[in-house]
Structures are given as C-alpha cells and as structure tokens.
C-alpha cells in the first residue's frame, strides 16, 4: 500500500467549521541552526485553518457562544472591526451558520484581507486612515475611526457586535483548544510562549491552558520596538510596519498581566527579515505577525545558559501580503 493511503487524513467533515483547529507543528531546526543557536523553536501552523489564521478559532467561539447564549438571534447580522483575520474567519463562520456578516476595516491594511473577506461573503467597509496615516501601517488612531465607525454600523443594521477585544470567547478558544493541543504536541516540553499582541486572547489563552495542565512556562508579550506601549515604554512611532497587533494602546481588556513574565520587542526590518528566512529555511510562508514571534523566540533562545524550547503561533499566511513589501 503505496503512503497516502496507508495514512489517510481526516475524515470527511459536513461543515467548513468542523475544519478549524488541531493544526500541525513545526520544529525549526534549520533557522534556529542558521542564527548558530542551540534549543528548538516550536512554530504552531495556523494557516491551516480554514480562512489561513488562529482567527478562525475565535471567530467560531464568539458566534457559537452568543448563538447559545440568545445575545445572536437567528438570522441577525454579525458585525466586527478587523485587520482582516478574524474578519476572515468571521466571514467563514457566519457563512456556515447563517448569519450576513459586515467587516469593517482600516484601508491601511493590505488589500487581500479585503478581497479575501469579501469573496467569503462578507460585506466589507473601509475607512480611511487618520491625517498622516501611511499604508500598510495602522496605527492606534486609524483603529479608532475603525472603532468608531464599526458603532454605527452595529447601529445601523441591528447587528451583534462580535467584539474581539472584550469577549471573553477571545480567551477562551485558545484556552479550550489551541493551548492544550500545543503541549501535548510538544511532548510536554515547553520552557517559554512568545506572543505578538493584537487583541490578548491568544496570549492569555494559551498561557491559561499551560498553567491549567501545571506547566511552568514563561510567557512574553511581543511588541513593536518603537510602540511598546503594553510594557510601558514610551511610544515614538505608532506607524510601525507590523500588521495585526501592537497599536500603542496601554491597556488590553483580555491581556492577564499575571501570566507575563516579560516584554520583547521587535524592530521592522528584522520581523521582515526572519519572515522571509522563514519562508526560505523552513517553507512557512507566513504574515509580519508570524515573523515578529519568530524574531522574539530567537531572542529567548539567545539569551538562555541553557538549552530551551520556545513555542509560538505562526498567525496567518503570506498570501494576505502579496501587495506589500513583505516579500519583495
């Protein structure tokens, strides 16, 4: 019996949502020898999700959990802010479930998010960014009007608001899911979690899950080096290039202080360089987000005396970064 059918994947599933989660790992073995480091990466593949991120995952927690709880009528639109990922998932998840679904997001994002959002489905509304904005980098005051405007249309349509960076479903599908599937992935061996901070949730999430199974492992929040607001730092450059995360704000409502053990910080040009040695040693071909939590994990594992297994997401793809300078 020739390989592929000696050991065959999945079993056929009913709905695109049943597709979401349990999605592989990866040990980079060859960036980690090129950089001349000892210890191992362990990279958890989120791309393989359905909509190409860890979104998905909290995309089907929100709608499921308000679908139970009645705070999502049958039929009523979903509506969300977005960087494009957890739009996606969104888009994905309503689609599946029953329910129209409206995106609302920063024009400084890059424009495959959109195109992708809106071939699912979605109804996608744009805003532009704030005076001085550049493309390609959001910022905390773009979010803002984002915010702003995503009131109104929740206003306007009825809609439920399926806030990413206050409910607690954030949290909890990482808590649930992609935490303990992580570790036991890893063998149960894992000394530090690096997590570039968007929303919190995957954060506070997976380093939930790891104290729930009586892991001691350390957790670092990562942030832009010149917008660290999260670990008090003074911001001097709000318009980084990293998307998805680190918008200057200094207060995450879903961001447990009580698991932090430390602040990392990653400059541009080197989350763009390790993403794309990541897609050349190690075939990921993965998002600046990805990039910034590969950066922070080399970090760790230069730092350390001893040998030591650091984990990480890898967020989202590439595909969603074709029109930037990603991969040029």
């Known amino acids: 019996m020739d390989r592929e059918a000696d050991q065959p994947g999945r079993v056929a599933v009913n709905s695109v949502v049943d597709l979401i989660g349990s999605t592989p790992v990866l040990q980079l073995d060859r960036l980690v020898s090129h950089w001349g480091l000892r210890g191992r990466i ?63 997001m920063s024009s400084g994002n890059s424009v495959e998010r959109a195109r992708m959002m809106a071939a699912l489905g979605a109804t996608v509304e744009l805003v532009d960014q704030a005076p001085g904005g550049t493309p390609g980098q959001v910022s905390g005051s ?22 990413q960076f206050t409910l607690a479903g954030s949290i909890r599908a990482h808590q649930r899911c992609t935490g303990p599937e992580f570790w036991f992935q890893s063998g149960g061996d894992i000394d530090a979690f690096v997590d570039f901070v968007g929303s919190g949730g995957s954060f506070t999430g997976v380093m939930r899950a790891f104290r729930e199974l009586g892991a001691a492992v350390r ?29 200057s704000v200094r207060e995450l409502p879903l961001l447990d202080r009580s698991l932090v053990e430390g602040y990392l910080t990653v400059e541009d040009d080197e989350v763009m360089e390790t993403t794309r040695m990541l897609a050349r040693l ?19 594992l230069g730092g350390s005396s001893n040998d030591c297994t650091v984990a990480a997401l890898a967020c989202d793809s590439g595909l969603k970064y074709l029109s930037t300078d990603l991969y040029q």
């Open 282 to 300: 190690e075939g990921v071909f993965a998002g600046f987000s990805t990039g910034a939590n590969v950066a922070a994990a080399l970090e760790v």
């Open 42 to 104: 362990l990279l958890k593949l989120e791309m393989y999700n359905p909509g190409f991120s860890k979104k998905d995952r909290v995309a089907l927690e929100i709608v499921r959990e308000a679908k139970r709880s009645g705070a999502l009528s049958p039929n009523q639109t979903v509506v969300e802010l977005t960087s494009g990922n957890t739009g996606a998932g969104l888009a994905i998840v309503c689609g599946a479930l029953g329910h129209p679904f409206v995106a609302v």
């Open 142 to 163: 773009d979010l803002a009007l984002v915010e702003a405007r995503t009131q109104e249309v929740v206003d306007e349509v009825g809609g439920f608001r399926a806030d």
């Open 219 to 247: 957790g670092y929040v990562v942030e832009p080096a010149n917008a660290a607001a999260l670990s008090g730092a003074t911001v001097t450059d709000p318009n980084h290039r990293i998307q998805g995360g680190g918008y």
